[in-house]
């Protein structure tokens, strides 16, 4: 396994802002994702973070909307930009190796007023 | 049809009493397979990987039928602080991301 932290924790913005929420794994990873959950909702993935390059991103799901970069096997950011009360939710990073379990970051509690 | 679907919530059993959450994939050819656990505010927590073998850690239990695409998890002797959220998860054939069901809200009564 491996130790993920998030940050922020949790914050509340205003509509039309954007967030980074950043996340640090404590050693190389293969894969990094990036989860959304929505209230009372099951988790769906937005991206795929890649190193080095462009992420990959799920069906409605866009770049411009969810930002995302990954510079070293460590550390990723998710930025959720032009907010609105949708985006409410709890953002997720999770990290594995090929195709096995993954383990998730303690998550980001994001309101949107 | 979803990708992984799971029993509907919640189920409210006494303690001691045995579970059991079921789960379909839809893609035959998922090779990774999972039960995660989740609190409520809190992460997904790695519960059991599910072998075609079936396998067991302790009071849980995971089978796979891959013929039929479903994945179960018995819980026997349910503890309190098995309250939770059960999540069946199956990794995509490709990519490595993992697509999860909708989740079993567990509440154990004493």
């Known amino acids: 396994s491996a130790v993920i932290s998030q940050k922020p924790s949790r914050d509340i913005c205003q509509r039309g802002t954007s967030l980074t929420i950043q996340c640090q794994v404590d050693s190389q990873v293969t894969m990094m994702f990036w989860y959304r959950q929505q209230p009372g909702q099951s988790l769906t993935l937005i991206a795929t973070?890649?190193?080095?390059?462009?992420?990959?991103?799920e069906s409605g799901f866009v770049i411009d909307k969810f930002p995302i970069s990954r510079p070293n096997l460590t550390f990723s950011t998710l930025t959720v930009s032009n907010m609105s009360p949708e985006d409410s939710s709890i953002y997720l990073c999770?990290?594995?190796?090929?195709?096995?379990?993954?383990?998730f970051g303690p998550g980001t509690r994001l309101t949107v007023l | 049809r979803k990708e992984v679907e799971q029993d509907p919530g919640p189920f409210n059993v006494p303690e001691g009493a045995t579970v059991a959450f079921n789960c379909t994939y839809s893609?035959?050819?998922?090779?990774?397979f999972f039960w995660y656990r989740q609190d409520c505010r809190k992460e997904p927590k790695l519960l059991m990987s599910?072998?075609?073998s079936g396998n067991e850690d302790g009071r849980f239990t995971a089978q796979l039928n891959r013929a039929s695409q479903y994945i179960s998890l018995l819980i026997r002797d349910s503890k309190l602080s098995d309250s939770a959220t059960y999540l069946c998860?199956?990794?995509?054939?490709?990519?490595?991301?993992?697509?999860f069901g909708q989740g079993t809200e567990l509440s154990v009564k004493p």
């Open positions: 893609n035959s050819a998922s090779q990774s």
């Open positions: 998860v199956v990794n995509a054939p490709a990519g490595g991301k993992l697509i």
């Open positions: 973070a890649n190193q080095g390059s462009e992420a990959t991103y």
């Open positions: 599910v072998y075609s």
């Open positions: 999770s990290v594995g190796w090929g195709y096995n379990e993954q383990f």
